[in-house]
């Protein structure tokens, strides 16, 4: 028989076929936030006043969030960013985890510092106001929830008068004088 083309070592699983040895598996760093850090970090986000803190908040630009709109586009939309960047060796834990609206977190990119005046430079132009707010949440949740004070939408057959809710949430009167 001819000379093996594997090495002793190959067989005892030392090395892998081209011949170098695997170093030993480092701990994996997990990149992504899980939910329990998410929450977390949602519950030090600051809270936007007048608003229900499990469905709004500010982020560090002093952008308002909504809480449904997480990983996606919009003004209110926002992402859990790596205060730290995890390419410089952040961790996905809470004391690294921020809320920002998506625009300011991918202008941050992976810089580990960037000035709140730049980060109010790359957020979203529009401004909502309080009513804005009340329909948005009307629209998303099906109710406004206030400190204090909680009401729903209407059904169609209440707005039509053909039936009164026995549903002890009031329907919305929500603090406008306008007609818009």
Not at 52 to 59: A, F, G
Not at 153 to 168: L, N, R, W
């Amino acid at each position: 028989m001819g000379p093996s083309s594997t090495s002793p070592r190959e067989h005892n699983g030392e090395a892998s076929s081209s011949g170098r040895v695997p170093k030993p598996k480092e701990k994996e760093r997990p990149r992504s936030f899980d939910e329990k850090t998410r929450a977390a970090c949602w519950r030090k986000a600051a809270v936007l006043a007048g608003r229900h803190p499990e469905r709004w908040r500010q982020d560090t630009a002093g952008n308002i969030v909504c809480r449904r709109f997480w990983s996606c586009h919009g003004c209110l939309c926002y992402e859990y960013d790596h205060i730290v960047p995890f390419s410089k060796g952040g961790e996905s834990t809470v004391e690294n985890c921020q809320i920002l609206q998506t625009r300011v977190n991918r202008s941050k990119s992976d810089k580990s510092w960037v000035e709140k005046a730049e980060m109010q430079g790359a957020s979203c132009d529009i401004k909502f106001t309080d009513k804005e707010l009340d329909v948005i949440e009307m629209a998303v949740y099906g109710d406004v929830i206030r400190p204090g004070k909680q009401c729903r939408c209407k059904t169609v057959a209440e707005m039509i008068g053909q039936v009164k809710s026995k549903d002890h949430v009031a329907a919305c009167d929500l603090p406008y004088n306008d007609a818009s």
